[in-house]
Nanobody, 129 residues
Framework: QLQLVESGGGLVQPGGSLRLSCAAS????????TGWFRQAPGKEREGVSC????????YYADSVKGRFTISRDNAKNMVYLQMNSLKPEDTAVYYC??????????????????????WGKGTPVTVSS
């Protein structure tokens, strides 16, 4: 079965950190650009961070630059999102996505969520004191 499964979400206080993980099964991630989208309550889904498969180029939304770091481990077929200095406005459901033949910038900032080849069911992140 081809799927992406996220984990690592939870409740954290403002200023805290979380590390999200995404495991791919049924296909190999090294042929896919990968990334993270999020959807906050009452808002549209947005691209947060993506990484290009061919050269590792990364993209970050302005709202998370300097705080979030995306990485991938092709040997383990995993993608990660390290989130530091979390703010209440980071509260959202975070989704892992994968798409072939695209750059990180186009994947996160141009293509809609349902334009991806694969997406997970999401993991919730709540930032609150």
């Amino acid at each position: 079965q081809l799927q992406l499964v996220e984990s690592g979400g939870g409740l954290v206080q403002p200023g805290g950190s979380l590390r999200l993980s995404c495991a791919a099964s049924g296909f190999t991630l090294d042929e896919y650009s990968t990334g993270w989208f999020r959807q906050a309550p009452g808002k549209e889904r947005e691209g947060v961070s993506c990484i290009t498969s061919s050269d590792g180029t990364t993209y970050y939304a302005d709202s998370v630059k300097g705080r979030f770091t995306i990485s991938r481990d092709n040997a383990k077929n995993m993608v990660y999102l390290q989130m530091n200095s979390l703010k209440p406005e980071d509260t959202a459901v975070y989704y892992c996505v994968a798409r072939r033949m695209t750059t990180a910038q186009r994947m996160c900032a141009v293509f809609p969520f349902y334009g991806m080849d694969y997406w997970g069911k999401g993991t919730p992140v709540t930032v609150s004191s």
